[in-house]
């Protein structure tokens, strides 16, 4: 297979000339070749990683496929005899090496002077040892083109069952972009490819060196289309050409994004059954696999709790769009202090509420991955001893702890923190403080009349103007005035903004100012301490394990009005990340069988303190006090049923 070259057709013996374009070159590229290997999909990358010096008959003994043969390179200093454990360790942390590469190695410095060694792997198998001619190719498996030397890095292609993803996508070299050629069986999904984890060494520049992300199909990468979940839109709009800043820093640290993730349309909170009129809302693993995933980093929450294959998802958080998804099925996930991420070349929803924030199982990773993202606008306290807040409030948490299964999880879990920083706990009415304390400018209103409709009016405002005038006008442009379609959720919001005065915006702004101000000083005020930061600590419910099957019907989608505890991080612009913390065990409708639902919560800082939440995932997972989620059937693991 000749890669990314160029074929010139030239028939010169018979001067047959078809036409003046069949005399300039066309172009032939490989987009990658896909195979099988003791029962493993396989893809081979069409960009070679570099070149071998071979001798044609040393390695044939080994199987081919198209002239390609599996191979393994190692470039670390091991003798003969080490190489057996060297393999056996790359089998326990790698999903795409097999033994079975290593029938050919090849092997820097140590094989001295003789051209070929046999060394035992394993029981039965052998491999051959050659010299390794190029420093410069990563350690690991790959497939060697014999016509050539090149050698082609290895991605093993894993199903989407959970219909997590909207396009699978091959990183190139150089940080773009492109559609990952390759199909394993699997019922109307996608088949994702992961690169080896051993092409990829963790540094102090690239310290997501080889992790693989997901992406919401909202962010805009360099050759890749996207549908913010509608098809008008994936069909009207080219491939982009730039990647945003979020994204870039990602890819600038070594992280390899394999392909885009559903999202909610337009990213709007929108329920499985009722809503999802475009693509079909990804699947649940926990329980009896048939909850709703929640929105709308949708493909970000599934995936996650899915597939061991894969470490990260990027997602978005306008009103709970990453804290839903992460607490219905037991993740992490951080919806960040508003304004620290950039968010050029992401679709907005609303200029005031957008954030860019992580699914993820892993509080390490978590704390690495949101230094990469924020960059300098985060402080990670992984290295130093922070000082915990002392001051923990609570909202809405049961009085009693046999009131549901979930009370008594919540309420240990409350114990145990204000255990574990010293702390006491109060449990806040925030109306009642609010009245208390509220600033002369509010008047006597109450947080329910003051904030209302704000959330709805921003969105409703900002997404119509910034989002839907452009694209009706671009839509209407070439199809003759024709409107695309736009399913139900999206389509009552921007009515709703329509509905309202010009004014509108400034007085929604207005008085999310004023609970931001009040909330900022009166409740969670910063400490001018670094390993401080917050005055407090906010906890609120982020799942109580209660049940939502995608089965149920709706009535048409009501306006997001009112004011509730996920509200407050988005008015306040402070960070609220959640924490799973067990899960409960309950009759499910689906299965009529016991099964296992997340339990969350959710724990706020003052704005700007960021780095706290993640350093505090990360003691607390190390003090037996969280859990470290599974994927499967439950946070603890488990079969996924479907
Ligand atoms: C394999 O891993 C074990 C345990 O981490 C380590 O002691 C050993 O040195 C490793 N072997 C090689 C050849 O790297
Ligand atoms: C390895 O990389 C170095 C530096 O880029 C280059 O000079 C050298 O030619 C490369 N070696 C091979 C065998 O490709
Ligand atoms: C940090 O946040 C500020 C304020 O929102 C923003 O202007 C700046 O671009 C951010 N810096 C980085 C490195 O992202
Ligand atoms: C706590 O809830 C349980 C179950 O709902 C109830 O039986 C019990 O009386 C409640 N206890 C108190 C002190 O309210
Ligand atoms: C709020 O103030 C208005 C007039 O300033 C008064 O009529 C009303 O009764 C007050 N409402 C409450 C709940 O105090
Ligand atoms: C919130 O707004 C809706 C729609 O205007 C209204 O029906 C409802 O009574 C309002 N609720 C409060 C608490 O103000
Ligand atoms: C702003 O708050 C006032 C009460 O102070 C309320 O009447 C109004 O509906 C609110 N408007 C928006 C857009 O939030
Ligand atoms: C569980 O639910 C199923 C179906 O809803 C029902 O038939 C069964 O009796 C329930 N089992 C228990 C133990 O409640």
Redesign the pocket.
């Known amino acids: 297979m000749a890669f990314a070259s160029r074929f010139l057709f030239s028939l010169a013996a018979t001067q047959l000339v078809l036409d003046a374009a069949s005399r300039t070159s066309a172009q032939l590229v490989s987009t990658g070749l896909s195979v099988m290997f003791n029962d493993v999909y396989y893809y081979i990358s069409p960009y070679s990683s570099?070149e071998l010096v071979i001798s044609l008959t040393s390695l044939s003994s080994v199987p081919s496929v198209y002239g390609f043969k599996p191979v393994t390179v190692v470039q670390e200093a091991v003798t003969l005899s080490g190489i057996p454990s060297l393999l056996s360790n790359w089998t326990a942390i790698d999903d795409v090496f097999q033994p079975e590469f290593a029938e050919a190695i090849f092997l820097a410095g140590a094989v001295g002077s003789a051209l070929t060694n046999q060394v035992t792997v394993a029981d039965g198998f052998s491999s051959l040892v050659l010299p390794l001619?190029?420093?410069?190719i990563s350690s690991g498996p790959y497939f060697l083109e014999m016509a050539t030397g090149s050698l082609y890095p290895v991605y093993r292609l894993y199903d989407d069952f959970a219909g997590a993803f909207t396009e699978a996508f091959l990183q190139t070299p150089g940080g773009t972009f492109q559609t990952l050629s390759a199909h394993i069986p699997g019922s109307a999904s996608l088949t994702i490819g992961v690169p080896s984890r051993l092409y990829f060494t963790k540094t102090a520049d690239k310290p997501l060196a080889g992790v693989r992300i997901g992406v919401k199909d909202i962010y805009e990468l360099a050759g890749v289309k996207n549908s913010n979940g509608n098809r008008a839109w994936y069909n009207l709009y080219p491939a982009k050409v730039v990647t945003g800043t979020a994204v870039q820093r990602l890819i600038d640290a070594g992280a390899q994004i394999v392909g885009s993730q559903k999202t909610s349309q337009f990213a709007n909170g929108e329920e499985a059954t009722a809503d999802w009129v475009d693509y079909h809302s990804p699947f649940n693993p926990r329980g009896d696999g048939y909850q709703d995933s929640s929105s709308s980093s949708s493909g970000a929450g599934a995936s996650i709790a899915s597939y061991e294959w894969l470490d990260v998802a990027l997602g978005s958080d306008t009103a709970g769009s990453i804290r839903d998804p992460a607490g219905i099925q037991g993740l992490f996930g951080n919806r960040p202090s508003h304004g620290l991420v950039p968010l050029d070349h992401v679709m907005p929803f609303s200029t005031a509420f957008d954030t860019s924030g992580f699914l993820i199982r892993d509080p390490v990773l978590w704390d690495i991955a949101n230094s990469v993202l924020y960059g300098d606008n985060y402080t990670s306290l992984a290295e130093v001893t922070p000082k915990y807040p002392t001051t923990i409030y609570t909202v809405g948490f049961p009085t009693n702890s046999s009131s549901s299964l979930a009370a008594p999880i919540m309420n240990n879990f409350v114990d145990a923190l204000a255990n574990f920083v010293g702390g006491t706990v109060t449990a806040l009415t925030l109306e009642d403080v609010w009245a208390a304390s509220r600033p002369p400018a509010a008047g006597n209103i109450t947080l329910s009349r003051l904030l209302n409709i704000t959330y709805a009016t921003i969105i409703g405002k900002e997404q119509t103007a910034l989002v839907r005038d452009p694209f009706y006008a671009d839509y209407a442009a070439i199809h003759d005035g024709r409107r695309p379609f736009v399913d139900p959720t999206p389509l009552a919001r921007w009515a709703f903004g329509d509905s309202l005065s010009d004014s509108a915006l400034d007085d929604a702004i207005f008085n999310k100012t004023l609970f931001m101000d009040w909330f900022n000083t009166q409740i969670l005020p910063p400490i001018n301490d670094p390993v401080q930061c917050s005055s407090g600590l906010l906890l609120y419910i982020g799942s109580s394990g209660d049940q939502t099957p995608r089965n149920q019907y709706f009535s048409t989608p009501p306006l997001p009005l009112g004011f509730s505890t996920g509200r407050i991080s988005i008015m306040a612009e402070c960070p609220d990340s959640v924490y799973p913390l067990g899960q409960v065990s309950a009759n499910s409708s689906i299965t009529g069988h016991e099964e296992w639902f997340p339990v969350a919560v959710d724990i706020l800082a003052a704005k700007g303190c960021d780095g706290l939440l993640a350093k505090l995932a990360i003691d607390l997972v190390a003090a037996g006090i969280l859990p470290v989620p599974e994927v499967g059937g439950s946070i603890m693991g488990g079969v996924i049923l479907m």
């Open positions: 570099g001619s190029n420093p410069n």
